[in-house]
C-alpha cells in the first residue's frame, strides 16, 4: 500500500481520534483542569503506542506533564525530533462559541474546537504521519516526540526536562508545526517568530478605596495614572519609547524588506476580516513588517475599580495591567524586561507606589532558508502542493524553540499547516480537514527529503 492508499483508507479514523483528544479540555492555565491534562499526556502516549511507537513514557514535572515516544529503525538514519504541545489557551470569552469549544463538530468542512489548530490539529497530523510510515515501511528517518503540556503558558519546565535529557533527546533537527500559512493557494513557512517579554504592573494609590465624592480630585487615581503612564509606553508615531529598547534590534536590507512585502496581503481584506476602519501601528513599516519583522508592545488587560453591573463611585486603591513585548533578532528578553521596568518605574509620579513583575519570557528565532530543512521543507510543500512555498516571518512566539538551540544545539524547522484566519486564542477556533490531510501527507515528504539531503550533505 502506498502512504497516499493508506491515508485514504483510514482517513475517518484519524479524523474521529482527532476530536476524541479534542474533547479533552487540556487548559494549563487553570488549575481546574490538571486532571485533564494528565488524561491528555496519557491519551497522547497511548496514541504513540498505538502507532507502534518505543519507549513511550508520560514524564511528570511541576507542571504538566511531558510525553515522549520514540522509533528508532537504524542508528544510521538522521534522527528528527518532533515537538509539539497537547495544552490549549483558556477557551473564554464561551458565550461567543457557536458551538461548545471541547465538543467538536464539523461546518464547511472545518472542524471547530479549542486547539483544534493550536496545537492538538497540528500535532495530531505527526502522529498519523508516523503511523502512515509504519504501515508502509516508508519510515526514512529515526523519529523521537516530545509533546508537552505547558506551551501555552511558557513552557516552565520543559527547559529543565530539554537540560535533564540531552541524551534522550539528541536528533539532527526538530520538526514543529505549530504555526500558519498564508492560505492553501499560497504555501508558506515561517522562517522567524519573535520573543516575547511579558511582564504586570501595579499602580497603588490610598490603602483602601475611597468615596469619590469625598476624596476625588484630591487624591491621585490609580487608575488614572496608569492609563496616562501606559499611554506615554508609545510615541505620537507609535514608536516604543523605553530608552534603549531598539538598540538590538536587527535591521533588514531593502532588498529583504523588498521580497518581505511580495508576499500576498490585502489591507482591504484584513481590515474587514477584523472589522476595523483602519490599521495602526509603527510609522515607516507596512503590516507585514510591523508583524514579522519589528518589535511591539501590547497591553494584554487592565482592572481596577468597579467593573460589576451599574454604577459605583469609588476612587480606587488600585490598578494593574498585563503589558507584554514581543522581540525580534537579535533583542533579548532578559535585557528589555529591564529596561521596562527601569523605564515604567521611571514614568511613576511621587503621588503613587508603582512595582513591575517580569513574567516568562522567550527570544526569537529564526531559519536560515539556506540550510538543508528547509530546503527538506520546502521540496516537501512544493510535492504536495504543487507549489514551492514562500518564506515569511510568523508574529507569534513558541519561546523555547531558542531554548532548544541553545541546550541541545538544534535548529527547529517550523512547518505549519494552520491559516491566520483560524482563530487561534479566540472563538470559533477552527482546523480545515483539507489542512489536517495535506499535514499527514506532506510530513513523509520531509522524512524522505531530510533523509536523502542530510546523507547528501
Ligand atoms: N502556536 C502558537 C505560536 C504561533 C502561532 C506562532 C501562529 C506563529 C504563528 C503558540 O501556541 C502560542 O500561542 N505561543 C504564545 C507564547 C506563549 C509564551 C504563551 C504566543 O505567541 O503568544
Ligand atoms: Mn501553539
Ligand atoms: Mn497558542
Redesign the pocket.
Known sequence: MTQAEYIAANKDRFLNELLELLRIPSVSARTEHTKDTLECANHVAQKLREAQANKVEVFTTEGHPIVYAEKIVDETYPTILVYG?YDV?PPDPIELWASPPFEPVIRDGKIYARGA???KG?MYMHIKAFETMMQTNTLACNVKFMIEGE?????RNLGKFVALHKDLLKADVILIS???MISMDTPSI?VG??G?A?MEVEVVGPNRDLHSGVYGGAVANPATILAKMMAALHDEKNHITIPGFYDDVMVLTETERKDLNTAPFSQVDYNTDLGIDMAWGEEGYTTIERTGIRPTLEVNGMWSGYIGEGAKTVLPAKANAKI?M?LVPNQNSDIIAKKFEAYFLKLAPPYVKVSVHAH???EPYLTPTDSIPYKAAAKAIEATFGIAPIPTR???????IALFEKELGLKSM?M?F?L?SDN??SPNEKFDLFNFYKGIETIPYFYQYFAEMHTRK
Open positions: 504541545h489557551q489548530c493550536d496545537d497540528q506551551e501555552e503558558v511558557g513552557s505549530d504555526t500558519s515561517d517568530l519573535r516575547l511579558y507584554s514581543r516568562h519570557g522567550g510568523g508574529g507569534g512566539s513558541i519561546p523555547i517550523l505549519g494552520g491566520h487561534l486564542h
